[in-house]
C-alpha cells in the first residue's frame, strides 16, 4: 500500500476543552496525522495525533484532538489533507476501544457459549466450586429437623443394636475420603411410609430407617447400603442433584453471590432430599465405590445385591422407599454380582 504524500496545513477556528462549551479562538496547524492546537495569542492548547475528523452535515468540520479538546473549524476554512490515522489492521482499531469493555464482551460470550455447551452441569459445577461449608452443615440440620416434623419418630431400635450400626459406620468411615462439606454422622429414625431405606445429606448425615433394620439384619447388607450413602457424599452427587433440581433458583443465588438463602429455601419447599434422584451414572459410581468400601472393611461386597433382590421381591415395582430414588435394579444386581465375584 503506498504511503500518503506529507501534507500539512493551518486552518482558523474555534477551541472546546474537554466538557467544556466555552468557544475559545483557535488556530490548528498540523502535519500529517499530528496536530497542535493554538489559542489566539499563539499559546499552545494541546498537541498530538488527530483522533477523529468530523464533518457535520452542512455544518462546520469538527476535529477531535487528545484530551477531550475539540477544534471547530471556521466554515470557510480548508482542511486539506487532514485527517486521522488511517487503522491499518483491526488490532488498532481494537486499541481504540475501552480494553476492559472487550473483556467483558468476551466474558458474555464465553459465558452464553457454555451456557449452550455445558448448559446446567456448568452452572451446577460452578455453585458447588463456591459452596461454603456452613451452609451445607446447615443444610443436614434442617432437612432432619423437617424430617422429623414431617415424616419420621424417633427410633425404636435398642441402644445396643444402634451401637452395633453404628460401628459398622465408623469401620466404612475408616474407608473413605472426607466427606467434602462436614463430617460423616449417622441418624437413626423410625420411618414407617417409606419403609427399609436409607439415604444421604449433603454435608455427610446418613439416615437409616428402623424399617430397614427390621428386614435386614445381616451387617453385609447394612454395611452395602451405608457404604453406598456414603459414596453419593463423598462423590458430592447430593448436593449436585440438589443443585439440578433448583436450577433457576440457583442462578440466582450464584449472581447474588450466596447460595445459603437459596439452600434453606429449597429445603423449607419439602422434602427436597427424600425426592431427590440420583442419574443412573452416580448410582452405578455409588454400587461400585460402595461395594469396594465395604470389600474394603471386611463386609461381603455382593450383600448389597442381596438387598436390591429382596426389595425388588417384596416391594416388586412399588414407588415405596429405595426403589423409587434408585432406578434400574435389574442390571444393578448384575453389575454388583459381576463385581463381586472372585476372578479366575
Ligand atoms: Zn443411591
Known sequence: MASPSDVAGAA?????????SRRIAARLVWQNSSA??????????VQGVVQRVEQMPGGPVLVH?????????????????????????????????HPRLIAVALACLLGAYSIWRWGLDLIVALAMAVTPELPVKGMDQS????????????????????????AIFDQLTDQVPDAPWGDY???FRDMPDIGPNAFAMPAGTIVITDQLLDEFS???VIAG?????LAHVHERHVLRQLYRAGSSYLLIALIAGDPGPFLQDMLLEGNALMSLSYSRRQEA????????????????AAALAMFFERLQRDYGDGDLGWLSTHPGMEERILRIRNRARPSP
Open 225 to 229: 447400603v451405608l457404604a453406598h450413602e
Open 218 to 220: 445381616q451387617d453385609d
Open 65 to 97: 484532538l487528545p484530551q477531550g479538546w475539540l477544534f471547530e473549524a471556521d466554515r470557510n476554512a480548508a482542511l486539506d489533507g487532514l485527517s486521522a490515522p488511517r487503522p491499518d489492521a483491526w488490532i488498532s482499531r481494537l486499541e481504540a476501544f
Open 285 to 300: 459410581q455409588a454400587d461400585a465405590l460402595g461395594t469396594a468400601t465395604a470389600g474394603a472393611a471386611g463386609y461381603d
Open 12 to 20: 482558523r477556528g474555534h477551541a472546546f476543552a474537554a466538557r467544556s
Open 36 to 45: 497542535k492546537l493554538l489559542d489566539e495569542v499563539g499559546d499552545l492548547l
Open 143 to 166: 432437612s432432619l429437623f423437617m424430617l422429623d416434623r414431617l415424616m419420621a419418630d424417633e427410633s425404636r431400635i435398642p441402644a445396643g443394636r444402634q451401637a452395633e450400626v453404628q
Open 185 to 187: 454422622r449417622l441418624e
